[in-house]
């Protein structure tokens, strides 16, 4: 099974960028589909992005599509969530999971079976 550590987090205010990292280690996730998740406390997780294991194709919920970017360099073996324009409402501890099943990119959580620690993403507006 593939370990997921995930950083970049933090406290930022609205309209401020960050970018979140998601090294794995124990295998490689090159032919692996990977996904960034979040969850506020009280709340289901939720989906945020995707990504197929060859990094060309991806998917956004809709309250992040044009703000977030998620990206992979499967020579460092690290998946990546580039956050722009960021609002109150992103806060949230953010994971990274890993679909180590297959490469096609897939939104739904139960298709993970690896998943990271979580990062926290605290927005000030």
């Known amino acids: 099974q593939v370990h997921l550590v995930e950083s970049g987090g933090g406290m930022v205010q609205a309209g401020d960028s960050l970018r979140l990292s998601c090294a794995a280690s124990?295998?490689?996730?090159?032919?692996?589909?990977m996904g960034w998740f979040r969850q506020v406390p009280g709340k289901e997780r939720e989906f945020v992005a995707v990504?197929?294991?060859?990094?060309?194709?991806?998917y956004y919920a809709d309250s992040v599509k044009g703000r977030f970017a998620i990206s992979r360099d499967n020579a460092k073996n690290t998946v990546y969530l580039q956050m722009n324009s960021l609002k109150a409402e992103d806060t949230a501890v953010y994971y990274c999971?890993?679909?180590?099943?297959?490469?096609?990119?897939?939104?739904?959580?139960?298709?993970?079976?690896?998943w990271g620690q979580g990062t926290q993403v605290t927005v000030s507006s």
């Open positions: 124990g295998r490689t996730v090159t032919n692996s589909a």
């Open positions: 999971a890993a679909r180590t099943t297959g490469w096609v990119a897939k939104t739904q959580q139960y298709e993970y079976d690896s």
């Open positions: 990504i197929s294991g060859s990094g060309t194709i991806t």
